[in-house]
């Protein structure tokens, strides 16, 4: 199913990106950017530690900065959001950080360790069969939803606070050479991309998506959304059979390029990750910096986004002992 949407969007003003750094400053984590210590010769690979936030997720700056732009009268009868893990937790958290009600919609095949993590951030959880959660996406409603509906990617305000994250990397790195993001709804990768554009436009931005669910580099490829086959597997964070089409409007505009991963590079990324850095990414942070091992955006700084670490303990495990699961 590819959804359709009466949104269009143009790239995030850089305005509204440096509103969001003030209105999300002292909630939001400014994360670091460390060096991977790898062996390549050819690039230097940095890591911008988005898994250090206090939900182990970028998706805690989208969610901050729409409540908080949507004001004290507005959220009076709470938020909402349909999100499988990492947003779910974004706005959970930040409901409770700002005292409102909060409900998440989550698909049946949501990770329970990621819902046991918006019940304990004072969250109602609601679960849905996949087909009515996936159209939440694409109708912004769901009978009986009350307050403040927070979309997890395809929304301005959402990707405006994402954006920020471009900021930092830019304020570390001044002359990168490409920045890889992993891509699910595309909020984060349109969000940074946005404003790489205003301050850094030969600065290359970089999707990258895990072939087991990797709409939008055939997306790019054909010119259109296309629906592509899908397999759950261990990089829950992303990896979807279509794109939104607001999102592929935006990102055919701002980002240069999808690349796609596998689950065995992944899982070898995150690996390193853990071996060398002493840092743990969930599996979707890892798609960027496999792609950034293989070479995929060619030599130079390159900065891979660890979107999240939020990661199943046993799922780590198998792949610390060298496994793919």
Same mark, same amino acid.
């Given at each position: 199913?590819?959804?359709? %949407?009466?949104? $269009? ?7 509204? /990106? ?5 209105? #999300? ?5 400014? #994360?670091?950017?460390v060096r ?6 050819? %690039? ?20 901050f ?7 004290k009268?507005?959220l ?6 349909? %999100?499988?893990?990492n947003?779910?937790?974004?706005? !959970?958290? *930040? ?43 694409? #109708? ?13 990617? *395809? ?6 606070? =994402? ?12 002359d ?7 891509w ?5 990768c349109?969000?940074?991309? $946005? ?23 055939? !997306?790019? !490829? ?10 759950? =597997? ?5 990896? #979807? ?22 689950? !065995? ?11 060398? =850095? ?9 798609? $960027? ?12 700084? /390159?900065?891979?986004?660890?979107s ?8 780590l ?9």
């Amino acid at each position: 199913m590819v959804t359709k %949407s009466a949104l $269009s969007y143009e790239p995030i003003a850089l305005e509204e /990106i440096r509103a969001a750094q003030e209105r #999300t400053r002292g909630a939001v984590v400014r #994360t670091p950017l460390v060096r991977l210590d790898a062996d390549d010769q050819n %690039s230097e690979i940095y890591l911008k530690l988005e898994n250090l936030q206090p939900i182990r997720s970028f998706k805690i700056r989208g969610a901050f900065n729409a409540m908080m732009k949507a004001g004290k009268d507005a959220l009076s009868e709470g938020v909402w959001t349909a %999100s499988a893990g990492n947003m779910a937790q974004g706005v !959970a958290w *930040s409901a409770r950080y700002l005292g409102v009600d909060c409900t998440v919609y989550v698909p049946v095949t949501a990770p329970r360790t990621k819902i046991a993590n918006v019940q304990r951030y004072g969250g109602k959880v609601v679960e849905l069969p996949v087909d009515d959660w996936v159209n939440i996406f694409r #109708t912004r409603h769901m009978e009986g939803a009350t307050g403040v509906f927070i979309h997890p990617f *395809s929304d301005p305000v959402v990707m405006a606070g =994402n954006g920020v994250t471009g900021l930092e990397i830019l304020e570390d790195l001044p002359d990168v050479d490409a920045i890889l993001v992993p891509w699910g709804g595309g909020g984060l990768c349109c969000g940074i991309a $946005s404003a790489i554009r205003e301050l850094r436009p030969q600065t290359k931005v970089f999707a990258v998506e895990i072939d087991t669910g990797a709409p939008l580099a055939p !997306a790019f !490829a054909a010119g259109k959304p296309i629906e592509v086959p899908f397999t759950p =597997n261990f990089v829950d964070g992303i990896g #979807t059979p279509f794109v939104n089409v607001e999102m592929f409007e935006l990102a055919r505009k701002i980002v240069n390029g999808a690349l796609v991963v596998d689950k !065995a590079q992944t899982a070898a990324a995150l690996r390193l990750v853990v071996e060398r =850095n002493r840092v743990v990414p969930e599996g979707a942070a890892a798609t $960027s910096v496999a792609a950034a091992l293989a070479g995929m955006a060619g030599g130079g700084k /390159i900065v891979a986004v660890l979107s999240g670490g939020n990661i199943d303990v046993n799922t780590l495990t198998t792949i610390l002992q060298g496994g793919v699961p």
